[in-house]
């Protein structure tokens, strides 16, 4: 009783920080839905390199998942080799997704290619290749491309997406502004 102004214990503050930076985060891992509102299907004659051009106005990194949406009795999604896209081989896929809607996550730096499951699809460019880099050197500069560039990405609902070590230089800024958002924080908590 009496002594409000007792002294916040450092741990306190730094649980607090990790708590603020836990947030962040989560807010940082994004769900791209590929091909966006066109959804994963046989690009349209209008548009046929749709995912060529989704894949370079997206910035993709670890954390992040692909959501591919589509049809599930009339389509598919399958992970493939580098080889295997090129020649729109569908056999031994690296992965094979059938339920609607299936979610990749992004769980380590590379190239990661992707095609329809459904023969005759891929040779009609319903693929996808992106690249993911897992170091600092990577650098956002996305505010340029306007409004167009990660448009329907929505915060990630799922607590246990991993972030690796490897993600940490993108978190910089951010902890510096935690930082100072937890000390405003907490002396307001103080006094
Ligand atoms: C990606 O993560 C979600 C949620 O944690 C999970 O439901 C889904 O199966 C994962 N996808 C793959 C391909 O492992
Ligand atoms: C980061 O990764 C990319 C691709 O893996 C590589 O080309 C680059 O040299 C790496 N940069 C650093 C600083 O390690």
Do not use: R
Request: with cysteine.
């Amino acid at each position: 009783m009496g002594n409000i102004k007792t002294p916040i214990p450092k741990s306190q503050f730094w649980y607090t920080l990790l708590f603020l930076v836990s947030i962040q985060n989560k807010v940082l891992c994004n769900i791209y839905q590929v091909g966006d509102l066109d959804a994963w299907g046989i690009p349209t004659s209008s548009n046929p390199q749709i995912y060529t051009k989704w894949s370079k106005n997206h910035n993709l990194k670890i954390g992040d998942s692909l959501f591919f949406l589509y049809p599930p009795s009339q389509d598919s999604v399958i992970q493939v080799t580098g080889d295997s896209y090129n020649s729109c081989n569908l056999k031994d896929p690296i992965l094979y997704m059938n339920n609607g809607n299936s979610l990749f996550n992004i769980t380590k730096p590379g190239n990661f290619y992707f095609t329809s499951g459904v023969e005759g699809h891929c040779v009609k460019s319903q693929k996808l290749h992106i690249s993911v880099y897992g170091n600092g050197s990577f650098v956002e500069d996305s505010p340029a491309d306007g409004p167009a560039a990660p448009a329907p990405s929505y915060p990630t609902v799922f607590g246990a997406i991993p972030v690796t070590a490897s993600a940490s230089p993108l978190l910089e800024i951010p902890v510096l502004m935690f930082a100072v958002a937890a000390g405003i924080f907490m002396s307001v908590i103080v006094i």
